[in-house]
């Protein structure tokens, strides 16, 4: 997958646990729950969706440095040249 495809893949993730955010305004550089106002479930279903659109696995110790898009948008694409 390329940066475009990932990114992608995690608004699709993003849409399903918050279908009333608006990918053209979000920020990629500021925090997601803070813009979106997603709580800990939400939070959950997230790293759950972005594990089911690209199979990457996110440890819970990792869930608090993916504050912002382009965080978990980086991350994933690293664990993915690493897979």
Known sequence: MNQDEIRA?????????????????????????????????????????????TGVDIPEAEWARLQTLDQVVDYVAAALETA
Request: charged fraction near 25%; glycine fraction near 2%.
């Open 9 to 53: 893949a995690v608004l699709h993730a993003l849409s399903e646990v918050a279908p009333e955010a608006d990918p053209a305004t979000l920020r990629p550089d500021l925090s997601l729950r803070d813009q979106l106002d997603i709580d800990s479930m939400d939070s959950l279903n997230f790293v759950i969706g972005i594990h089911e659109q």
